[in-house]
C-alpha cells in the first residue's frame, strides 16, 4: 500500500533546516543594526568636530583670551546653533537606541531625558578619561558627547556606543 505525503520524520527534519537557518539570520540582521548605527555615530561625530573647529576660533579670540570671559558662553552657543526646535537638533541625528533628538546642555543629565542625541558638557567627569561605563549604559548609550574645558581651550569629542562603552575613536582639539 502507498501512501501520498511526507512521513512525520520528513517534516520534523525541515522544520529543523528552516529554524536554523532563520537564527542565523536573526543574529546577522542584529549584528548589521548595531554596525549601521556605529557609523551613524560616527558619521555624527564628524559632523559636530567640523562645525565646532569651524566655531572655536571666534569664540577663543571673543570670550577666552579677553577679559570679557563668560564660562558658559560656548555651550550655550552651541547649544543654540545645534538646536532646532524643542528636543531636535540641525544635523537631524537621533540617537539609535531612544530616538532622542534633543541637544542637551546640562552639566548632568536628567532622568526624564536619558539617551539624548547630543551632549555638551564642562564637566570633568564625562570627559574621555573619566567617563565610567556602567554609569554610561544607564543614562548615556547611544549619545554623542561634547566635552569641553571652558578654562582651557581643549575639546573632545567622542560616542557612547550600544553597548555601553565609550568609542575608540576620540577627535580633540588643544
Known amino acids: 500500500m502507498k501512501t501520498e505525503g511526507f512521513s512525520m520524520v520528513e517534516m520534523l ?3 529543523v533546516i528552516i529554524s ?21 555615530l560616527k558619521a555624527m561625530v564628524h559632523n559636530l568636530s567640523t562645525d565646532l ?4 576660533p571666534n569664540f577663543d579670540v571673543k570670550h ?4 570679557r570671559y563668560n564660562p558658559k558662553y560656548l555651550n550655550h552657543q552651541l547649544e543654540k546653533i545645534w538646536e532646532k526646535g524643542r528636543y531636535d537638533n540641525v544635523f537631524g ?9 534633543a541637544v542637551l546642555n546640562w552639566r548632568r543629565i536628567p ?16 570627559s574621555y578619561e ?32 550600544v553597548d555601553g562603552y565609550k568609542s575608540a575613536i576620540k577627535i580633540t582639539a588643544d
Open 13 to 15: 527534519v525541515v522544520l
Open 20 to 40: 536554523i537557518l532563520s537564527s542565523i539570520a536573526t543574529v546577522n540582521l542584529v549584528s548589521a543594526k548595531k554596525r549601521a548605527d556605529e557609523a551613524s
Open 53 to 56: 573647529f569651524y566655531y572655536l
Open 64 to 67: 577666552r583670551w579677553k577679559r
Open 93 to 101: 541625528h537621533k540617537n539609535p537606541l531612544s530616538r532622542s533628538k
Open 111 to 126: 532622568r526624564r531625558l536619558r539617551r539624548p542625541a547630543i551632549f555638551i558638557t564642562p564637566r570633568r567627569r564625562f
Open 130 to 161: 573619566r567617563i565610567r561605563p556602567r554609569f554610561t549604559r544607564k543614562r548615556l548609550e547611544g549619545s554623542v558627547i561634547v566635552w569641553m574645558h571652558n578654562r582651557v581651550a581643549k575639546v573632545e569629542i567622542f560616542y557612547v556606543n
